[in-house]
């Protein structure tokens, strides 16, 4: 068994147990479905809206190539400075390099889940850069040293006596646990440690190919600042965050905030097509964009499964999944958790080394059904188990399934084993659930009911 | 070779597979429509009235909603006093703003020392001014929210910076829904797009701690939107 199933499965226990946790994690998210199928219920159309997204999403990444040339060719013709990154490796060299020339120390970065899944911060504060995570909740996990609970709300398994306490051992007096006078207190930290960073970091949530901008959405004008101070600015996407057309994001924010967080809008949705250009009074004086592939282009090569990269991080699939409800998001051991984080995480990072997650699943279809993209999230579940078994057929498993296909399929063989199935029952009793019971992962936490001495067959025909 | 060349290779490899297109199964909505998809974006995002009082009343219940401060002024004598009355409240001493029609007669009008960001600024003064106050490019009644730009709002931190963004409109200014303001934008602006266009949807907030909403988490705590 490879080491990250055997932590998944023991932080799973954990978590699961852990009933305070889950009581506070199911009234947080019972707010967000409250908001979100208001919010939902306000549109027209959801239902078309979504597949509206669906086809938008599906066109962007199924050109990708010749979008992706328009981006940059857009992009660089404002001066703004484009390059590629094949790896996580070269991504943060490319990175590291920018600040080398800048001669930066201090960075001040909005909210970007594409650095958490090269982990660039730990690589640039190895350097002796000083990296400072400006969105609240993320600010909350760095200070923690962890990494973030949730792709949208990074600080939700935390308590307000969990952040006071944080705050006072690593800032200092604070003044009460309100989340109001908390959130003062980050804020009254983080505006000097802006005004003093050299460099701005920013993630992304589209790229549009006609016009060459990359849009940010995020809610406490973070991104705003990190994108408007500093001298220099870095931002890093994925490559599958394009969309054709600038138009198509009166569709995208709207959808993307209710999906996301129920709320209409989110409170800043920023377009950006470059550094300060002549005539403008403020913003960087260089703008540089790190394209990230990281084996996106691996899962682009799955046609069956190339919907996944639709995905726009809302997270709607992490709120509605009775696992990530329940096991809680670091027990995934992934960057992206939850149902979508189960999808492409074996392509990301290994089918055999992840097929385990695909597995941790009811199959109950909640995921789709929220994705504002219609990604089939429970259908690559299933697809993930087959490759993997297709491509490391578990050998026991087989065994076990050819000699129930035998039993089935012949009735003395299947009147027997019912016969002694009753008949042994009474001695499983001894072993259950210990070390030496065979079916010992089932029965651990389950019973079974008592078989019954006559079967529906024996009572079938007695009744004739 | 170099990566963008890689990169690109490896796309077009890829996608010498189709892909099944979206919602071919077990669906009962039917494919929207070849072309752009989200150009009908207006039949399903939530509905607008067709008139503009309706409009301005929406306008003016999305922006209670956010708890954005929203005031419609029938003149320019209104909008005067209005200013005066926060400049008092507010206690306000010294304000940032930048050229332009409305923003200059704000300016007179207060009688403040005003910082103007048109020719560049010390980012510690503005840091220090109680007010940042900007024009806008459209008031979208369908969210209750403003779209400013670098070229229209005083630049980039301006409508950020200070604990207080005070955005003036005219009338004229509201437009119905997003795609209206996205044509807008793209008939105002194109292909030289501003290098920043924010739609600013209420004050700035967070829900990081026990999703709580708190007000100016980053950005302004109040914002205020005067139209007449």
């Known amino acids: 068994m490879s080491t990250f199933v055997s932590e998944f499965k023991s932080r799973a226990a954990e978590k699961s147990g852990d009933l305070r946790l889950r009581q506070f994690i199911r009234t947080a998210l019972r707010g967000y479905e409250t908001a979100r199928d208001r919010r939902k219920g306000a549109f027209q159309s959801w239902e078309s809206a979504r597949q509206a997204a669906a086809e938008t999403k599906w066109e962007a990444v199924n050109h990708l190539d010749t979008h992706l040339e328009s981006l940059v060719a857009k992009l660089e013709a404002r001066g703004t400075k484009v390059h590629w990154a094949s790896t996580g490796e070269q991504a943060r060299e490319i990175i590291a390099q920018i600040l080398r020339d800048k001669k930066a120390r201090s960075i001040i970065k909005s909210k970007a889940m594409t650095s958490e899944e090269i982990h660039l911060n730990q690589a640039l504060e190895k350097e002796g850069f000083t990296v400072v995570e400006s969105d609240l909740g993320e600010f909350i996990v760095q200070l923690r040293h962890e990494a973030p609970y949730h792709i949208v709300f990074p600080s939700m398994h935390l308590t307000r006596d969990e952040i006071r306490d944080l705050f006072q051992k ?18 009254r930290v983080m505006r000097q440690k802006y005004i003093a960073a050299d460099v701005g970091f920013t993630g992304a949530n589209f790229a549009i190919a006609e016009s060459g901008m990359i849009s940010i959405t995020e809610n406490e004008g973070n991104a705003r600042l990190t994108a408007a101070l500093p001298k220099t600015m870095i931002t890093l996407l994925g490559i599958e965050k394009v969309l054709p057309r600038f138009a198509d994001l009166a569709l995208f924010l709207p959808m993307l905030a209710t999906a996301g967080a129920g709320q209409p809008m989110t409170c800043y949705n920023t377009m950006y097509s470059g550094p300060r250009q002549a005539g403008e009074c403020d913003g960087p004086e260089e703008w540089h964009v790190v394209l990230l592939d990281n084996r996106r282009t691996e899962l682009l090569a799955d046609a069956e499964q190339r919907d996944a990269l639709h995905c726009i991080r809302c997270g709607a699939c992490l709120n509605v999944c009775p696992i990530f409800r329940n096991v809680g998001g670091h027990t995934y051991g992934t960057t ?13 990072r290994g089918l055999q080394e992840w097929k385990h997650l695909s597995n941790a699943s009811s199959l109950c279809g909640a995921c789709t059904e929220a994705c504002p993209v219609k990604i089939d999230l429970h259908h690559h579940l299933l697809q993930n188990r087959r490759n993997a078994s297709a491509a490391e057929p578990a050998f026991f498993e087989r065994l076990a399934y050819q000699i129930f296909g035998i039993v089935a399929n012949e009735p003395k063989f299947w009147w027997l084993a019912k016969k002694l199935g009753w008949l042994t029952q009474p001695l499983h009793g001894a072993v259950k659930g210990s070390a030496i019971d065979p079916a010992k992962a089932w029965t651990k936490t389950r019973d079974l009911p008592p078989m019954p001495k006559e079967t529906f067959k024996d009572w079938w025909r007695s009744r004739k | 070779m170099s990566e963008r060349e890689n990169i690109l290779g490896r796309i077009r490899e890829a996608l010498q597979t189709k892909a099944p297109f979206p919602g071919v ?20 995002l939530p509905s607008v009235g067709a008139s503009i009082e309706e409009q301005f009343s929406l306008f003016a219940r999305n922006a209670a909603d956010l708890k954005a401060d929203f005031q419609l002024f029938a003149s320019r004598e209104e909008l005067k006093t209005a200013l005066l009355k926060l400049r008092d409240a507010e206690k306000w001493t010294r304000v940032a703003s930048h050229g332009g029609t409305l923003t200059d007669y704000a300016c007179k009008t207060l009688g403040l020392p005003a910082m ?4 560049g600024y010390d980012v510690q003064e503005m840091e220090k001014c109680d007010a940042g106050i900007s024009e806008c490019d459209a008031l979208i009644a369908q969210t209750g929210g403003v779209a400013v730009t670098s070229r229209s709002a005083g630049g980039r931190a301006l409508s950020v910076l200070p604990p207080h963004h005070v955005v003036l409109a005219r009338r004229e200014q509201l437009v119905a829904d997003l795609p209206a303001a996205f044509e807008l934008l793209r008939q105002k602006y194109a292909p030289d797009y501003p290098s920043m266009i924010s739609f600013i949807t209420g004050p700035s907030r967070t829900g990081d701690i026990e999703r709580i909403l708190v007000l100016g988490a980053h950005g302004p705590k109040k914002l205020t939107i005067m139209a007449f």
């Open chain 1, 336 to 348: 992206y958790s939850g149902p979508v984080g189960s999808v492409i995480t074996p392509h990301l």
């Open chain 1, 170 to 187: 690593e800032l200092g007096d604070v003044p009460s646990n309100t989340p109001e006078d908390l959130t003062m207190v980050a804020r």
């Open chain 2, 116 to 119: 103007l960001t048109d020719r």
């Open chain 2, 25 to 44: 199964r077990n669906e009962t909505v039917a494919p929207v429509s070849a072309g752009s998809p989200a150009s009908h974006a207006r039949e399903w």
